[in-house]
C-alpha cells in the first residue's frame, strides 16, 4: 500500500530563510509523487511533480524537490522564503494506473516570520 | 487555461437533508474524483469513476453517497441524508489518460456545512 508521511504539521521560518518540508513515501513500486499547496480558504493547488523523468524537479514560485530513492523522500523546498508562502502544503502520491487514487499527506502549515 | 469549477462555493444544510455537489471536470478529461477535507485534518479520497461507473471507492463512500455523470460536462456527489460528520471541504478532480498526464486537477472545493 502507499502512503506518505510528512514529518512536521507546522514549520515556522524567517523571511528570506531557508525552506525545508519533509516529505517521506512508501510504496512497493516508483511512484508518482506530488506538492500541492493549498492557500487559507482556497483549493489545491499543484506546486510539482515526479514522473521519473529526472529526480530534481522545478515546480512554481521557486519551489523544487528532490527524489532520493534510497531515502525513500521527496523533500520540498525554497532557497529564500517569501511572505506569500505562508500556506499549507500537502505532499501526496498516486500509483500508475489512470484511475488511480491521490493519497495524501497530513499537511504542513508553513508560517513566514517577518 | 482550463480549469475545474465547483457549485456551490459553500452550502449549509440541515441534517438528514439531501444534498448535490456539482462540478465541471476540464472537457477532455476522462477520470473523475471526489475528495473530502474535514476541518483541520489531511485530504481524503471518496471515490474515483470513469466511463460511467465507480472504478474504486473509499470506506467512508457508503450508501449515503452516490456519483453521477449525468450529461457530458457535469459531475456530482450526492449525499442522501447528511450527518453532521458530513461537514467537510469537497473537492471535485479531474485527469487524462495517465499517459497524456498523470496530475489530477483539482477544483476550489464546496464548503459544506451539515446544521
Known amino acids: 500500500a502507499q502512503s506518505v508521511t510528512q514529518l512536521g504539521s507546522h514549520v515556522s521560518v524567517s523571511e528570506g530563510a531557508l525552506v525545508l518540508l519533509r516529505c517521506n513515501y512508501s510504496?512497493?513500486?516508483?511512484?508518482?509523487l506530488f506538492w500541492y499547496v493549498q492557500y487559507p480558504n482556497q483549493g489545491l493547488q499543484l506546486l510539482l511533480k515526479y514522473t521519473s523523468a529526472a529526480t530534481l524537479v522545478k515546480g512554481i514560485n521557486g519551489f523544487e524537490a528532490e527524489f532520493k530513492k534510497s531515502e525513500t523522500s521527496f523533500h520540498l523546498t525554497k532557497p529564500s522564503a517569501h511572505m506569500s508562502d505562508a500556506a499549507e502544503y500537502f505532499c501526496a502520491v498516486r500509483g500508475y494506473s489512470s484511475a488511480s487514487k491521490i493519497i495524501f499527506g497530513s499537511g504542513t502549515r508553513l508560517s513566514i516570520r517577518p | 487555461e482550463p480549469e475545474v469549477t465547483q457549485t456551490p462555493s459553500h452550502q449549509v444544510t440541515q441534517m438528514g437533508q439531501e444534498v448535490i455537489l456539482r462540478c465541471v471536470p476540464i472537457?477532455?478529461?476522462?477520470?473523475f474524483y471526489w475528495y473530502r477535507q474535514i476541518l483541520g485534518q489531511k485530504v481524503e479520497f471518496l471515490v474515483s469513476?470513469?466511463?460511467?461507473?465507480?472504478?474504486?471507492k473509499s470506506e467512508i463512500f457508503d450508501d449515503q453517497f452516490s456519483v453521477e455523470r449525468p450529461d457530458g460536462s457535469n459531475f456530482t456527489l450526492k449525499i442522501r441524508s447528511t450527518k453532521l460528520e458530513d461537514s467537510a471541504m469537497y473537492f471535485c478532480?479531474?485527469?487524462?489518460?495517465?499517459?497524456?498526464?498523470?496530475?489530477?486537477?483539482f477544483g476550489p472545493g464546496t464548503r459544506l456545512l451539515v446544521l
Open positions: 510504496s512497493s513500486v516508483p511512484p508518482y
Open positions: 472537457s477532455n478529461h476522462l477520470y
Open positions: 478532480a479531474s485527469s487524462p489518460p495517465r499517459l497524456v498526464d498523470e496530475t489530477q486537477y
Open positions: 469513476f470513469y466511463n460511467n461507473e465507480i472504478s474504486e
